[in-house]
Nanobody, 118 residues
């Protein structure tokens, strides 16, 4: 059983920045993929970014060039640096992990709210 705990969400003005963190614990073994999904009210959950153990990344089209995903394998932690935030980035952001190369993986965090508003 993998436990994922996210932190770093909050309220920010348009154009601002936030950094999300997610720490994995429990019976984790080796985690192949760590990533972030988000879900806005009335919308489906969508991929924001994902990173493999080796550092290969993929991003959702709407965040390319603004968000950067990174991970610290020794700390079982994944980060999401979000710059130039827009109101449409407002959503609950969920951490997600997988021990094999699948998107999304089976393990989810509880979510952290990000609100972009003036």
């Amino acid at each position: 059983q993998v436990q994922l705990v996210e932190s770093g969400g909050g309220l920010v003005q348009p154009g601002g920045s936030l950094r999300l963190s997610c720490v994995a614990s429990g019976s984790i073994g080796k985690i192949y993929r760590m990533g972030w999904y988000r879900q806005a009210p009335g919308k489906q959950r969508e991929l924001v970014a994902s990173i493999t153990e080796g550092g290969t990344t993929i991003y959702g089209e709407s965040v390319k060039g603004r968000f950067t995903i990174s991970r610290d394998n020794a700390k079982n932690t994944v980060y999401l640096q979000m710059n130039n935030l827009k109101p449409e980035d407002t959503a609950v952001y969920y951490c997600n992990t997988a021990v094999i190369n699948v998107l999304p993986g089976p393990s989810w965090g509880q979510g952290t709210q990000v609100t972009v508003s003036s």
